[in-house]
Structure formats: C-alpha cells, structure tokens
C-alpha cells in the first residue's frame, strides 16, 4: 500500500481539482503546486506550497522551467524501498512525493482553432507534465498519479476505504492510463508537424484515437469490439435512437454514408454487407429510396440506408414499411423521428456535413503490420472521358455512363453495376471472374423484374477478354464505361464495336477489395 504525504498538483484541466485537493488537505497531505493551479488553490482557500519555494530556484523563461529540477523528478523516482535510493534522496535533501495530479497543455484544442499559428502551437507542447506524470508512472509502486479527472472520486473512495492508503494495484492501473495518455499526446504533435510538412507517410506512424463507445460485438457474437474516434476530430455517430450498435453495423453504416456522400443531392443507397444493393438519386428523397430498394428489394430487406438529403415524413414513412437496420442521413424532420419512434430498433445517425470529403487514410490490419492509402475519393468528370467505339455517346449517354461509374467505384470487387441514367437496375458484386459478375448483374435485374435493354454498364477494373463484353450485349446493354488497359483492348474495342455497343475508357481503376 502507497501512503501519501505530499502531492504534486498541476493541471491545465482543472475539473474537479479544488475539490481533491481540499479533501487532501483535510487530510494532512502537503499540497505543492504551480501557476494557474496554485492561483486556483490559493483563491479557494486550499493550503498549497509554490513548486519554486519547494525546490529553492524560481520558475525561469516564462515558465518553461519550474518543475525540472533533482527536487522534483528526485522524489518522484526515489525508490523508497531501495536502501541506496533513500541514503542517496537524504544526502540531497530530496523528499519523496507520493501523489502527483497532472495533466497537459491543451495542443490539440490549440491546433484546433482557425487561426492558431505554428508559434501557438509549440507553446502549448508540455515538457514538465509530460516528465512528471511519466517520472510517476514509472515509480508506481511508491507514486500514485493522476491524469484523469475522472479517476478522483475513485481515488478518494479507495482513500477513504483504506484509511489515506492506495493499492500498488491500482497505482499500476493509473500508471497504465498515464502511459497511454502522454503516447497519445506524442502523437498528437507529431501528427501536426507532420502535417504542416505535408507528409503522408513517415518513415514511423503512430495514431491517437480515443475509444467513443463499446460495441455490442464484433463481426460474430463472440468477439468483443470497440469504436475509437480520431483524437483530432469528434465523431458524428451518435444514434439518435435505436439498439446499441455492433461491429458489422458500424462498417456498414460507414459504406452508405460514403456511397451517398460523393452523389448528388437526395441521393439514396443502400448497404449489406457492405455491398450496395441500390443505389439511386432522384427529385426527392423518396423517389430516390423507391429507386434504390426496386434494384434488389430482398437484399435491401435488413439493410442500413444512406441519405445525402434530410429525411421528411413521407421517405420515414416508406421506409418503415419493411425492416431495415438503421439510416445515416443529413437530418431528420420532426415528423420523420416521431414516425421512426415507432420503430425504436431502427438506429438513426445524423451527419451534419455530407457532402464535405474527408482526408481520411484508409487503414487495413493484416497480422504482421498495416496497411495504409488515402481513400477512393478522386471522381473521373466527363471531359476526361476516352471514347474508344465508333458508336458514339449522346449527352444523355454520358451522364448515365457516369453515374454508373460513379457507383461501380462502392462495389466489392470484381465488380460490374447496370444502371439507368439516376439508378442502379443490377449488380454484380465481389465475383473472382468478370464475366460472372456481368452475369449476375443481370440476372439480379431479371429476378426483380427490372430491365437490362438499354442499360449503362459499369465496371471497376479493365475487360481481361471479350467474353464480358459478349454477355453485356447479349443482355442488351446500351454502353460500357470501363478504365481500359488490358493487353487485349483491341479485342474488346472490337467485339463492342461488332455489337453496336457505346465504349469509353477512363484510365482510372476503381478496385475494391
């Protein structure tokens, strides 16, 4: 068990501090303080020593110096059961000090703001909290350290029980969170200075993230999981309502925001297993979610819908009709959440900002490292498309062959989309041949009653052979939009030209694995 006789306060933090510190007080603990929180203290009426009269030397270069000094990091690393270590803390006039309550300058909140300036930001990079709480964790079987203002009423519980003792246990847990705590403050900066060189990819990484919630599972019941948000940005997903949310629920929630986000206003999709099974957009948002279910109403039973548009009464009552998972969409009317009130399994997430693409990395585990890429955001226009046919594309043509491109991009590879000019008619999703997907693209079309005649067709990757090309016109398929690229182009070129079928190249792939 730690016995406490003196602490260490300083905190930019200082919720709850008055508070701790007065019971410490109360109980005989020497309170030795710095700064803003030694002006807190004494304003409060908290009996507290000046870290500069404590060690003897003052606090020097507008208080980048005040607690490195042997005083303080000599009673924060004494081992009080080390002999040595004792003989040598009375020789110097060291005194152990058993608490420390720290935490750091806020550089995150500063970098945050508009107009914070490289000058601003270094100032608010923490040398002597970082030290101490690092100092105190390392001694945690004699220091007891506190960097959450959520562990006090732990602690004070723990003192109260153990009459003024803490637990080498729990100063071990504590000593834990310091560790992850002044890692992820490490990162923070070197992510900044990374990014004001504009470095992607430095020679080391390392990623702070704060976990947001607990999942209800993993991809299966028997896994546990968890949702971190980026340390530098709070997360949007927050469910209006709805059941706790799981892992595959989380992934598939992030798809069809996705898949809606870089589509026109009041554009609908819908996800399964990250697939989409439709995708459509329309005047409104309920024409656009009638287009979308009609592509595989089956598939779209259960699924989690994505909506770059706010959802009114009439789409919130069409969507209730069946059973679906949740809805990420720009906002929901009053009307529409009192109707999905009457659904409370239904997850709601509203996402303010739909249409802003975000400078996300895209990171993958594989069991010995991480994969990292920026993500498929870059969008192809039509003036950079390469008609390769001799038939050539109307105007009409070329919209449908892009919003066809535009959607294929979302599907798991090999992937193949037939579409209309505002929605998907079929879809052909993660098939290990091509020409399976353009297969079941079609016959997935078929199924629903929806015709291919006169579809465009997309595809995510170039036509290895004309076979693929044979079964879209089989079908009767109107145009193909692919990146080109293969050994046989001229083959394929050819057999869409034998076909009367409308071909443009892209020069760009859209794998998805």
């Known amino acids: 068990m730690i016995q406490i006789k003196r602490a260490l306060v300083s905190v930019s933090d200082k919720t709850g501090i008055t508070d701790i510190c007065a019971f410490l007080s109360q109980n005989g603990v020497e309170i030795l303080s710095t700064g803003g929180t030694y002006d807190a203290l004494s304003k409060a009426g908290i009996p507290v020593k000046k870290v500069e009269d404590f060690t003897g030397f003052p606090e020097i270069l507008h208080g980048r110096v005040k607690t490195l000094h042997p005083k303080i990091h000599g009673g924060l690393l004494g081992d009080t059961t080390n002999p040595d270590h004792v003989k040598q803390m009375g020789e110097n006039n060291i005194s152990p000090i058993e608490l420390v309550i720290v935490n750091l300058y806020p550089f995150v909140k500063t970098v945050q703001k508009p107009d914070c300036k490289l000058e601003d930001a270094i100032e608010n990079i923490d040398i002597g909290g970082p030290s101490m709480l690092r100092s105190a964790a390392k001694n945690h079987k004699n220091v007891v350290v506190l960097t959450d203002p959520k562990d006090y009423s732990s602690f004070t519980e723990e003192w109260k029980k153990n009459n003024g003792k803490i637990s080498r246990e729990t100063a071990f847990h504590y000593a834990a969170k310091v560790f992850s705590e002044t890692a992820s403050y490490d990162t923070a900066i ?28 993993g991809e299966n019941p028997h896994q546990d999981a968890a949702f971190y948000e980026p340390i530098f940005a709070k997360s949007e997903f927050e469910a209006l309502q709805g059941k706790e949310l799981s892992f595959n629920n989380m992934l598939d929630f992030d798809a069809a925001f996705h898949v809606a986000s870089l589509l026109p206003q009041n554009a609908v999709s819908i996800v399964k297993h990250l697939n989409p099974c439709g995708i459509a957009f329309g005047e409104t948002v309920l024409e656009s979610f009638e287009l979308a279910r009609k592509t595989d109403p089956i598939s779209a039973f259960g699924g989690i819908i994505g909506i770059h548009g706010k959802v009114e009464k009439d789409a919130a009552e069409e969507i209730t009709k069946n059973f679906v998972e949740g809805v990420i969409a720009e906002g929901f009317s009053e009307e529409a959440l009192e109707i999905f009130s009457k659904k409370p399994n239904i997850r709601l997430i509203p996402i303010a900002k739909f249409d802003e693409a975000l400078d996300e990395l895209d990171l993958r585990s594989l069991h010995h490292g991480l994969l990292i890429q920026n993500r498929d955001y870059d969008l192809i226009t039509k003036d950079k498309l390469k008609i390769v046919s001799k038939k050539q594309p109307t105007e009409d043509d070329l919209e449908g062959l892009m919003f066809a491109w535009n959607c294929v991009k979302f599907i798991k590879s090999n992937a193949i989309v037939y579409t209309d000019q505002n929605s998907t008619l079929g879809i052909g999703a993660g098939q290990m041949s091509r020409v399976d997907s353009v297969e079941l693209g079609a016959v997935k079309a078929q199924k629903v009653g929806l015709s291919v005649v006169g579809s465009y067709v997309g595809s995510d990757a170039f036509f290895p052979f004309r076979d693929g090309i044979d079964a879209i016109a089989k079908v009767g398929a109107k145009a193909i939009i692919q990146p080109g690229g293969s050994i046989r182009d001229e083959e394929v070129i050819q057999a869409a030209d034998e076909h009367g079928l409308i071909m443009v190249f892209t020069g760009m792939r859209h794998f998805r694995h």
């Open 190 to 217: 070197a992510t900044y200075f990374n990014k004001k060189l504009d470095i992607k990819y430095p020679d080391k990484i390392s990623f702070a993230f704060n976990k947001k919630q607990k999942l209800r599972y």
